[in-house]
């Protein structure tokens, strides 16, 4: 009697499922895939239709008159200087309370804290800030910068409110440039014998100014589109002279008198505009507009490649 066995590989229902699967695995894939194509050039498109429209509406006003008049009664004498120049100071304010308390908090969370129940909260509520509406830090520097403090409706207070509605954001940013350095160059400086504060100084803020500095500049080109805090703390619409210039020619050479100044910004112009009839002025707001959407884009751009280069500079 003989015996033969029968070694032929038959696909068994497993394998046909298994391929199965994958097949239907990768149809997704592709279709989801095209979907965010789609999507993105939607998204293009609809920021293209509105530079388009703005360029149509406010690129022939745009010239060294609108640049360097004030606003006037007069739509076709109208212009920005004092809206930008309360903008540009307003970042400055901004950028100065929000950037060194913004990474000195991401920096204590990431690197010194403890990992506790009373972290955790801290950690959600900074998350959870950065998604508060803007108009809620606007009632809050009202009743704290403008009526507790008295610095009345000041560039200060404005600056502080826009510092207050970015600092999550730099916080953010900070702790996950942070969490992108390799525990190996913590763990190098202390074998070295470096202390805590060296291994950061020395070590992980070389490493991670890149993403600290990206997530900075987009958080200033959110600070610099926002109206609403502003309107809140009762930004002037309609003014007329520059505040103190922060320079002076004697000692000290240093002036804070314009911390306290009046102001307008790019945003409340464009809203006093709009709020106006007659088609000159919707052409001064969309030529402000034009130009405020400039702005927040080539602060974009500088973040994102600003990002590549530093990405490119660094080997682990």
Same mark, same amino acid.
């Given at each position: 009697?003989?015996?033969?066995?029968?070694?032929?590989?038959?696909?068994?229902?497993?394998?046909?499922?298994?391929?199965?699967?994958?097949?239907?695995?990768?149809?997704?894939?592709?279709?989801?895939?095209?979907?965010?194509?789609?999507?993105?050039?939607?998204?293009?498109?609809?920021?293209?239709?509105?530079?388009?429209?703005?360029?149509?509406?406010?690129?022939?006003?745009?010239?060294?008159?609108?640049?360097?008049?004030?606003?006037?009664?007069? @739509?076709?004498? *109208? =212009?920005?200087? #004092?809206?930008?120049? !309360?903008?540009?100071? &307003?970042? %400055?304010?901004?950028?100065?309370?929000?950037?060194?308390?913004?990474?000195?908090?991401?920096?204590?969370?990431?690197?010194?804290?403890?990992?506790?129940?009373?972290?955790?909260?801290?950690?959600?509520?900074? @998350?959870?800030? *950065? =998604?508060?509406? #803007?108009?809620?830090? !606007?009632?809050?520097? &009202?009743? %704290?910068?403008?009526?507790?403090?008295?610095?009345?409706?000041?560039?200060?207070?404005?600056?502080?409110?826009?510092?207050?509605?970015?600092?999550?954001?730099?916080?953010?940013?900070?702790?996950?440039?942070?969490?992108?350095?390799?525990?190996?160059?913590?763990?190098?400086?202390?074998?070295?014998?470096?202390?805590?504060?060296?291994?950061?100084?020395?070590?992980?803020?070389?490493?991670?100014?890149?993403?600290?500095?990206?997530?900075?500049?987009?958080?200033?080109?959110?600070?610099?589109?926002?109206?609403?805090?502003?309107?809140?703390?009762?930004?002037?619409?309609?003014?007329?002279?520059?505040?103190?210039?922060?320079?002076?020619?004697?000692?000290?050479?240093?002036?804070?008198?314009?911390?306290?100044?009046?102001?307008?910004?790019?945003?409340?112009?464009?809203?006093?505009?709009?709020?106006?009839?007659?088609?000159?002025?919707?052409?001064?707001?969309?030529?402000?507009?034009?130009?405020?959407?400039?702005?927040?884009?080539?602060?974009?751009?500088?973040?994102?490649?600003?990002?590549?280069?530093?990405?490119?500079?660094?080997?682990?």
């Amino acid at each position: 009697m003989s015996y033969e066995r029968d070694f032929t590989v038959r696909p068994e229902p497993y394998q046909k499922q298994q391929e199965g699967r994958a097949h239907r695995r990768g149809t997704i894939d592709r279709n989801f895939r095209r979907l965010g194509f789609l999507l993105t050039l939607a998204t293009l498109g609809i920021l293209g239709i509105l530079l388009l429209n703005l360029a149509m509406n406010g690129l022939a006003r745009i010239d060294w008159q609108f640049m360097s008049s004030f606003p006037s009664r007069r @739509a076709g004498e *109208a =212009g920005i200087l #004092s809206a930008w120049v !309360g903008t540009l100071l &307003l970042m %400055l304010v901004t950028a100065s309370a929000a950037i060194p308390f913004g990474v000195a908090a991401g920096i204590y969370l990431e690197e010194y804290a403890s990992k506790n129940r009373w972290t955790d909260f801290v950690e959600i509520n900074i @998350a959870n800030l *950065a =998604g508060v509406p #803007s108009i809620l830090y !606007g009632l809050m520097a &009202l009743g %704290l910068f403008v009526y507790q403090f008295r610095f009345g409706q000041s560039l200060l207070a404005g600056g502080l409110a826009l510092g207050c509605l970015v600092l999550p954001i730099v916080i953010v940013a900070t702790r996950e440039s942070l969490r992108t350095i390799p525990s190996s160059i913590r763990e190098a400086a202390f074998a070295l014998g470096a202390t805590k504060w060296q291994a950061v100084w020395h070590h992980l803020l070389p490493y991670s100014t890149g993403g600290i500095a990206t997530g900075v500049i987009l958080a200033m080109s959110r600070a610099i589109g926002e109206s609403a805090p502003l309107i809140t703390i009762g930004a002037l619409t309609f003014i007329a002279f520059l505040p103190p210039a922060p320079l002076i020619s004697h000692a000290p050479f240093v002036s804070g008198e314009w911390l306290f100044s009046p102001f307008t910004a790019l945003p409340i112009q464009m809203f006093n505009w709009v709020s106006r009839p007659g088609e000159e002025f919707q052409s001064n707001a969309a030529a402000a507009g034009l130009i405020l959407m400039v702005i927040t884009l080539s602060m974009n751009a500088a973040a994102i490649l600003l990002r590549r280069r530093a990405q490119r500079n660094i080997t682990w």
